[in-house]
């Protein structure tokens, strides 16, 4: 493909910036009758956008489409955000005023950015990707990582979509899309080049026993404990009345007892999600031939990622109430251990894709030699 079809669909993403404008200005007078012409003149606007950037395309993967789609999506939602502070003005005012409230929330303000931001970065870097021709020059952790867990968090209720009609319906789809090409790439990638070279590689990594994996053993302690954080986190959510709990919450994280129960929804999906997932890393890291263990990685950090920079946003955000808010003498705690809780799978998600020898399943014959 030319390198004039990723730079379509760059100048394709940046189309929103306009079409919001217009569509704003055309629904200003609040009559169902301007809606309906503005909707219709921006779809027309994005449809011949379309036709005039992208025809000189010939690609038949249809990723390349849905990394083009979504990157038009994630600048709408760097509008919203952008608006929101007050930084630009009239380009999605009325969107603001009639959409989901949630929205105008500090949980929707910081998933505006994250996906303005970090996700706009990852799709444009996946069209250059699949552009040249070299998918494989980006590391999977670079998309993957990221999209294809955030979309599992988003599912699971921790987070709605800013652009509630449009953008939720596209991320509900994602997952196939992303699980393919995850899956190509894995696959791709686990190709040995001397099959006797890769088993004997492979049995010198599983016969190495837990003493000897210095790294693994932190990563361990690291799952056990943030088995029970997660746990603990869960079920201040679901009102434990234990001592601890309300102690935690007034001195280090009282936004998990705001009004907009974002928060809490969140938590409890982590106790229900990161819970299980915690344990069978667990496993994993003991137990050599787990083929599924990079793959997990993957989804999880991404995952966390976004839960944990929506969840440390917000919990600083001027939106949220200041009762909510963390006080100033448990910043610092709050601060290092949600850091600590969201960068450590980044690290163990890397551990697992560029030295994944443990996690490799002997053949019949290796066994039997």
Known sequence: MSASAGTGAFVLSLMSIPICYIFNTLSSNNSSGAFAFAGCTSLLILVISVRFVLQKTNSLDPLFYVYGAHAFLSVVNLIIGLEQDSIIDGFITFYLKEANPHINTAHGHMIAYWDGCVHYLMYLLMIAAITWGQVNCIPNAAYFTYDHGDVIHDS?????????????????????????????????????????????????????????????????????????????????????????????TQQYEPYLKDPSAYPKVQMVAGMLYSGPYYVIALYGLLVPGCEWMPDLTLVHSGAVAQAQFSHVGASLHTRTPFSYRVPADGQSVFLLVNILYALIPQVLCYRCSTSPEFFRKLTAKKKAE
């Open 156 to 248: 699971s209720g921790t987070t709605i979509e800013p652009l509630d009609s449009t953008g939720w319906g596209l991320s509900s789809c994602m997952p196939s899309f992303t699980f393919w090409e995850m899956l190509r790439e894995n696959m791709a990638q686990k190709l040995p080049n001397s099959e006797d070279e890769e088993q004997t590689i492979i049995l010198s990594a599983a016969d190495r026993s837990l003493a000897r994996r210095a790294l693994d053993v932190l990563f361990i302690i690291y799952l056990v404990l943030a088995l029970g954080f997660c746990v603990f986190r869960g079920l201040i959510a679901l009102d434990c009345s234990s001592q601890w709990c309300h102690d935690y």
